[in-house]
């Protein structure tokens, strides 16, 4: 009996062995002891921190660290190690031709032809665009509307003229004489103007340009028109020069003063038949022909009669009453300017010369009696002429017609 009882101690004994040998070499058993000591590991498993790779001390747990390192299987790696993400993946690569391109066949007799589209009729050829809508082409459809017997050209104008030099100024642009590159005996005046984009500017030098294209024989006449960029060159008959360059020299005497006047008065019955006013005439602007013929010129202010004009404009010593009051005027303004022109004529220099404060002399003007001659001796009909130009009363002054007669 005592036999087998130690026998069965034994083998007892024996089995507890072989568990306890199970239970250390075999970390993931079943049992329920040894599932309360495993960490709970998460899906991802995840590089290990350095804090349980260091020496075993007498304080450390070293039941925790040899469950815990028992417990993971994954490869230690050192701390430095990770793996780059592929980003810009297939960016930097050649791209290769398409599938379809290839596919096809590269003869030169069964290629596609380069039109995008075809119109659902026989005219199958694409239209060219029309030309873009700026002012400039409109501004020079006009032109060549109201000018269709003038030449009106687009070219750079320094290719067609030469040697040019400076002879006056204009209201609207400097006045200068040029020749021609394949005529250099021929001269021209050329008056340029810089084309602003003002409505009331542009209708100004249109207005300007079929005045001096009317062909009468006391206005200066328009050879031909250029149109460059932003600037207008109008080519105009070279005349000797202006009864202004005259009285710098001398005097006129009575008898040319009177044909000087006359032929001014042709060109204001032109003018004011045409329901145009001039606005602005002067000794500066008459001029005098290689054959003694007079032409008025420099239509920069003219305006149109059947407006309600008001605006103080022309050169003030040869402004009527009404325009410097700022008052409705018509034509006859230019009766008082051809009146105050004869005293120029005759004394060399206009009314009021020697005053320069313009409120000054708009004040003697609106308030003052007329002016007469001052350096000259007139005769009396002379002397008559004048004053009856110089009408304070715009209602009672003669019109063109009226003198000239």
């Avoid at 804090?51 to 039941?63: A, E, I, P, T």
């Avoid at 000018?147 to 609207?172: A, M, W």
């Avoid at 009575?254 to 044909?259: A, L, R």
Wanted: glycine letters at 4%; a positive charge; one cysteine or more.
């Amino acid at each position: 009996m005592q036999s087998i009882a130690h026998k069965r101690t034994s083998k007892s004994h024996s089995s507890k062995m072989t568990t306890l040998q199970k239970s250390k070499s075999e970390p993931n058993c079943t049992s329920n002891k040894s599932n309360t000591l495993q960490p709970a590991t998460s899906v991802h498993p995840k590089r290990k921190s350095t804090g349980n790779l260091r020496r075993q001390s007498s304080f450390s747990d070293r039941k925790f660290i040899n469950s815990t390192s028992n417990s993971n299987k994954d490869v230690w790696r050192s701390p430095g190690y990770y793996e780059v993400p592929d980003i810009l993946g297939n960016a930097y690569l050649k791209p290769e031709q398409p599938v379809a391109l290839k596919l096809r066949a590269m003869d030169p007799a069964k290629q596609v032809t380069k039109r995008p589209w075809y119109p659902p009729s026989p005219h199958y050829q694409v239209p060219k665009l029309p030309p873009l809508a700026r002012a400039e082409n409109k501004f020079e459809a006009k032109m060549r509307k109201i000018l269709p017997k003038v030449s009106v050209r687009t070219s750079d104008p320094r290719q067609r003229y030469s040697d040019f030099k400076e002879i006056g100024t204009g209201v609207n642009g400097a006045v200068v004489k040029a020749n021609f590159r394949k005529q250099p005996n021929v001269q021209l005046a050329i008056k340029r103007c810089k084309l602003d984009p003002d409505c009331e500017y542009r209708a100004a030098i249109l207005r300007e340009l079929r005045i001096m294209a009317s062909g009468h024989p006391n206005l200066i006449k328009l050879r031909e028109v250029t149109m460059c960029r932003d600037d207008i060159w109008m080519a105009m008959d070279l005349m000797r020069c202006s009864i202004f360059a005259i009285l710098c020299q001398r005097g006129i005497p009575e008898g040319f003063t009177v044909h000087i006047a006359c032929e001014t008065l042709k060109a204001l019955i032109y003018l004011h038949s045409k329901g145009l006013l001039h606005r602005d005439v002067k000794c500066e602007n008459l001029l005098l022909g290689w054959d003694g013929q007079i032409k008025l010129a420099d239509f920069g202010l003219a305006a149109r009669v059947d407006r309600r004009n008001r605006d103080r404009l022309g050169t003030t010593k040869w402004m009527a009453p009404e325009v410097i009051r700022e008052e409705y005027y018509n034509e006859k303004i230019d009766m008082w300017s051809l009146g105050i022109t004869i005293i120029e004529m005759m004394d060399r220099v206009p009314p009021h010369y020697l005053i320069k404060d313009e409120e000054e002399l708009f004040d003697i003007i609106a308030t003052e009696p007329s002016p007469t001659f001052t350096y000259s001796h007139p005769s009396m009909y002379m002397r008559g002429l004048v004053a009856w130009l110089l009408d304070e009363e715009a209602s009672t002054r003669p019109s063109a017609k009226d003198v000239l007669m």
